[in-house]
């Protein structure tokens, strides 16, 4: 084929090959993208597994080297052994209380609604003063129409959880094969580069799989100093309140909020509020004063201290990387993007050099 332009003169020849060529591009390309598209759900399930695997690494190999134990399977079955004991402890200590309180919050809620309706009330007097039934009204409807249809509402969440499972199910088997073959295949792949850059690899995927390991780490390590605190300031608010309240439930919800970056924290401190709100006011207005001040101390001297140190990255691409993991995968998302950032940025380093990427201590120079 051939283009002549007139004002140029130029001739173009685009031979038949090329053609075909970029066409074949083109729709391979295509069924790529549709390809990993319907595939999106594994490829999240195989990250979240490779991001396990990274994480539970350093205690697979310390359990090997401090009981002696050859065989990698044997460590990983030993590991895999200690962190579902201290899963079935949590969940024993956090989920019954958690039931309990659910249960007797939905059989207030028919005594709520009439307390609202009933102008001689507190509830209701103010709902008269400010023209608020017409909103009442409306929002009890709404929680009629919701629990008629319990049954469908039972099926679908029973769906949801059967696939939640299965996910769950999955992502512990690769993570135990990951933890098996994974210093396997990493050998292998260091061993089909070339020589002379074996050494720098080598130094390259060390640097990424300690800030992997530094992230998690220290994210588990400032969750559980806030739920230990947490802890003691519900126990000391229910004995000032005279409130009974499960102060282990709610330091466990704090600690497994805590493990999400950003916003972790503040979520976990509106359900904790919430919670006692529903058994006594005083102790939830004391326990809303208190989440502000700790947060506030935490950002100060706890995740500059543990977190800057091992990912170097400024508060603003700490942000944006939370909010980009979050718009992928959610909550999960966000957790492993800024390890996913701390391993770009010494990428990024490696081949461009350390002054590109800004670090949280030239940030507090400039």
């Known amino acids: 084929m051939k283009l002549f332009t007139k004002r140029s003169g130029v001739t173009i020849n685009i031979s038949t090959e090329a053609i075909v060529r970029t066409i074949f591009l083109v729709i391979a390309a295509f069924f790529v993208i549709v390809f990993i598209g319907r595939i999106t759900h594994e490829l999240t399930l195989f990250a979240i597994s490779a991001f396990l695997a990274l994480a539970l690494n350093p205690a697979v190999s310390g359990l090997s080297r401090r009981l002696r134990i050859k065989s990698r399977i044997r460590a990983t079955g030993l590991a895999y052994l200690v962190v579902l004991v201290l899963l079935t402890g949590f969940i024993a200590v956090v989920v019954p209380?958690?039931?309990?309180?659910?249960?007797?919050?939905?059989?207030?809620?028919?005594?709520t609604v009439q307390n609202l309706n009933d102008s001689?009330?507190?509830?209701g007097r103010l709902i008269d003063r400010y023209n608020l039934q017409d909103q009442v009204d409306k929002v009890s409807d709404d929680l009629?129409?919701?629990?008629?249809?319990?049954?469908?509402?039972?099926?679908?969440?029973?769906?949801?959880?059967?696939?939640?499972?299965?996910?769950?199910?999955?992502?512990?088997?690769?993570?135990?094969?990951?933890?098996?073959?994974?210093?396997l295949w990493f050998k292998r792949i260091l061993a089909i580069m070339p020589k002379e850059k074996q050494a720098d690899y080598k130094d390259l995927?060390?640097?990424?799989?300690?800030?992997?390991?530094?992230?998690v780490n220290g994210q588990v390590l400032i969750a559980a100093i806030a739920s230990f605190f947490s802890f003691i300031a519900i126990m000391i608010a229910s004995q000032i309140t005279n409130a009974s309240i499960n102060a282990a439930a709610l330091a466990g919800i704090v600690f497994l909020f805590g493990l999400i970056p950003l916003i972790g924290n503040t979520i976990a401190a509106v359900i904790v509020v919430i919670l006692s709100l529903f058994v006594s006011t005083p102790l939830a207005i004391i326990m809303a004063i208190y989440f502000p001040i700790y947060q506030q101390i935490?950002?100060?001297?706890?995740?500059?201290?543990?977190q800057a140190k091992?990912?170097?990255?400024?508060?603003?691409?700490v942000f944006m990387a939370a909010l980009i993991g979050a718009g992928f995968g959610g909550i999960l998302g966000a957790f492993i993007a800024i390890p996913v950032a701390g391993c770009l940025r010494i990428l990024v380093e490696h081949h461009f050099g350390d002054a590109l990427v800004p670090t949280e201590e030239s940030v507090k120079e400039a």
Do not use: C, W
């Open 144 to 183: 009629k129409d919701r629990t008629g249809d319990v049954p469908g509402l039972v099926f679908n969440t029973a769906g949801r959880i059967g696939g939640i499972i299965i996910s769950l199910i999955t992502v512990v088997v690769l993570t135990f094969m990951m933890l098996v073959e994974g210093p």
């Open 120 to 123: 001689s009330s507190a509830p």
């Open 310 to 317: 091992t990912n170097q990255l400024t508060p603003l691409l």
């Open 298 to 306: 935490e950002n100060a001297t706890l995740q500059p201290h543990i």
């Open 205 to 215: 995927g060390g640097k990424m799989y300690k800030v992997v390991t530094g992230y």
């Open 97 to 111: 209380p958690l039931v309990r309180q659910t249960n007797d919050f939905i059989k207030t809620i028919p005594s």
